[in-house]
């Protein structure tokens, strides 16, 4: 009995010996944890706050603003088919009907849709399909090649569904946004991604400079004229290209900004074609070279290489070896962050433009110019005036400037850059010459092209 006594005693204190080191061990550790959630500066997975991005995002209501106001459009075009050689030779052959297709999105009650030019090329006949399936004719208002932007309206009286304008310099890299288009000639269909990238040039080496938004959203054939919108189901671009070896969509997709579809379209309302306003200036993207060259460290924004007389950069004082590093507040890093920018605005407008000069900023205020251009469509070129300096550095008197080449055949012999001093054996003095030659000239006849190219060697071509 006594043994029995003292074996209870033992494993009872070691029961309480036990416990006690248990819950010293424990209480520490649970303490612990608590600090940590206390002071923890991340946010949980699961935790749920206004403020957390994923939270915040409402795809469906952004997709129930815009689907219905998202098109497609039908392109009846027709062409000639040659039935023979002679045909082949002579222009001759059958008619011959071909549709194309892709997409819109209606902009105003009233039935305005902005689409993009190449959907609508060439159409004898427009025809648009809504999301409920009824289907309207279209009439072609206008369009800008430049920008792949083409303005159309519906053939009705009847109010219709739309999407508001959003201001696209104002979206941020990694912002949702939608893509919503008619593919394969389905009803609108909707994709989700990110914006991986603004103000991208596809054509670096193009003398249009480009300016896209750049998403992962899904696009494919036919999505060409659809929306880009952002969560609050606003319009921030017009999808119109990707790029893929395949012909399908690979993982990149672009749209032309907002701003400047809505510029474009006015212009084309109330102008009939597109106002634009430039600097006057010629220069480019700064790089470490440049930056070397000119005694600075700052390899972001456009350099000034050079001035044009008259033009609201000289007059406002701009100069040579400047560097652009804004645009009313907004950076410019790149050549495509300026040209998407002020392809938004008009001549006459007024911008602020901020430059780095001597190591140091200055905000300087100037009055964007018109473009004056002319397209010479036989010869598949595009000139504007030229200045003085330009006329002045090949040892000329007159001319005017190609600006770029229209047709791949043209842009084989690098004619941009040069100076046409004559068509026809007759004397170009401004582009008002060019329009007065080309419109009176006898069409079955060849053209004679005199000019000056970039090394100040006269040559002359005669197109058939």
Request: no cysteine; proline share 3%; hydrophobic share 35%.
């Amino acid at each position: 009995m006594k043994q029995t006594l003292q074996f209870f005693i033992v494993a009872l204190f070691a029961g309480a010996l036990t416990l006690g080191g248990y819950k010293i061990l424990e209480e520490p550790k649970t303490g612990s944890l608590t600090t940590q959630n206390e002071t923890a500066s991340f946010i949980p997975t699961n935790f749920t706050s206004s403020t957390a991005p994923i939270g915040s995002i409402d795809f469906i209501e952004a997709a129930e603003k815009t689907v219905h106001a998202v098109v497609h459009v039908k392109n009846k075009t027709i062409t000639t088919q040659p039935r023979n050689m002679m045909d082949y030779f002579n222009g001759g052959g059958v008619p011959r009907e071909m549709i194309g297709s892709g997409s819109g999105v209606i902009i105003s009650a009233d039935g305005y849709i902005v689409t993009n030019n190449h959907v609508i090329a060439n159409a004898s006949e427009l025809s648009v399909t809504l999301n409920n399936n009824k289907t309207y004719n279209a009439e072609l208002i206008g369009t800008d090649p430049k920008t792949d932007i083409a303005l159309i309206k519906l053939d009705s009286n009847e109010e219709f569904p739309y999407v508001p304008f959003g201001d696209s310099n104002e979206i941020n890299l990694g912002e949702w946004v939608l893509a919503v288009g008619n593919p394969f000639n389905l009803t609108s269909t909707v994709t989700a991604g990110i914006v991986s990238a603004k103000a991208r040039d596809l054509n670096q080496f193009d003398s249009n400079p480009q300016s896209f938004i750049q998403t992962d959203a899904a696009v494919n054939r036919g999505n060409s004229g659809g929306a880009l919108v952002n969560t609050r189901g606003e319009l921030i671009g017009i999808n119109t290209a990707i790029t893929s070896e395949t012909g399908s969509y690979v993982g990149y997709s672009f749209a032309v900004p907002s701003n400047i579809a809505r510029k474009v379209i006015e212009d084309i309302m109330e102008f009939g074609n597109v106002q634009r306003g430039i600097l006057g200036i010629t220069g480019g993207t700064l790089n470490s070279q440049i930056a070397k060259d000119i005694g600075i460290n700052d390899t972001e924004g456009v350099y000034i290489a050079g001035v044009e007389k008259g033009s609201g950069a000289e007059k406002s004082g701009l100069r040579e070896g400047d560097v652009i590093k804004k645009l009313d507040g907004y950076k410019v890093g790149k050549f495509s962050d300026l040209s998407g920018y002020l392809g938004s605005k008009r001549p006459n407008d007024v911008v602020q433009v901020t430059v780095l000069r001597n190591g140091s900023e200055k905000n300087i205020p100037v009055t964007l110019i018109k473009l004056e251009t002319f397209e010479i469509s036989d010869l598949g070129l595009e000139v504007k005036n030229a200045s003085t300096s330009d006329l002045k550095s090949r040892g000329v008197s007159n001319g005017v400037l190609v600006t770029r080449t229209l047709t791949q055949d043209m842009s084989r012999y690098n004619l941009a850059g040069i100076l046409i001093t004559k068509i026809n054996d007759e004397t170009i003095e401004d582009i008002d010459d060019v329009k007065r030659i080309m419109n009176r000239r006898d069409y079955s006849a060849p053209i004679k092209m005199t000019f000056v190219d970039q090394r100040g060697e006269v040559n002359t071509f005669i197109f058939r």
